[in-house]
């Protein structure tokens, strides 16, 4: 059974830094690329970019280019997503998920999603 | 940029009632559209992808339709879980959602 089991809630403030986790389990972790997608409070879900793990390939989002970091540790099954500076703005729910397969400049619908990691940011 | 409209923002039913929901893009994406169901605290749920095709252990009670520029997801009879949002999503060129169209019990 595929699952993605994501990192729990953290509490930050303004300009700390911070990582959260994605593990996945169930199939070949290199094989799949793994998405992440933000969802602040009372707003429309955002694709935020997709990284490969076999060779680590990420593709950013314009809007996060340069806000945020994508990684993968393969020898644990787990992507990151991380933060050197948070903003206020920052504070939503973040998601993981798996598409089946993604292209030069798009991704299949993922039907694999982790739980989501709730971020407070307070200024 | 691929923009996606959802219409009704709001539609108000009873159980054992239908619902059609639209996704209108402001430019053809083929058939590029996945639908998602979102409850509070939960993740997205992907019912439909490629338009018409239904996620693996989606009842058919689900169904989509559509290509181009006009999408539309239709849900019969109503059942209690089935209330919530629901979001459109393109992947013709680099994924977005659409603004959601919240099913809420009449």
């Known amino acids: 059974e595929v699952q993605l089991v994501q990192s729990g809630t953290e509490v930050k403030k303004s300009g700390d830094s911070l990582r959260i986790s994605c593990r996945a389990s169930g199939y070949s972790f290199s094989l799949y690329w793994i998405a992440w997608v933000r969802q602040l409070p009372g707003k429309v879900p955002e694709w935020m970019g997709v990284i490969y793990p076999g060779d680590s390939d990420t593709k950013y989002s314009p809007s996060f280019q340069g806000q945020v970091t994508m990684s993968v540790d393969k020898s644990i099954n787990t992507a990151y997503l991380q933060w050197s500076s948070l903003k206020a703005s920052d504070s939503g729910m973040y998601f993981c998920?798996?598409?089946?397969?993604?292209?030069?400049?798009?991704?299949?619908?993922?039907?694999?999603w982790g739980q989501g990691s709730l971020v407070t940011v307070s200024s | 940029e691929t923009v996606l409209t959802q219409s009704p923002a709001t539609l108000a039913l009873s159980p054992g009632e239908s619902a059609t929901l639209s996704c209108r893009a402001n430019f053809s994406i083929s058939k590029y559209l996945a639908w998602y169901h979102l409850k509070p605290g939960q993740p997205p749920r992907l019912l439909i992808h490629d338009a018409s095709s239904r996620a693996t252990g989606v009842s058919d009670r689900f169904s989509g339709s559509g290509s181009g520029t006009d999408f539309t997801l239709t849900i019969s009879s109503l059942e209690p879980e089935d209330f919530g949002l629901y979001y459109c999503q393109q992947r013709a060129i680099w994924p977005s959602f659409g603004g959601g169209t919240k099913v809420e019990i009449k």
């Open positions: 998920a798996r598409p089946n397969y993604c292209t030069r400049d798009s991704c299949s619908a993922p039907e694999y």
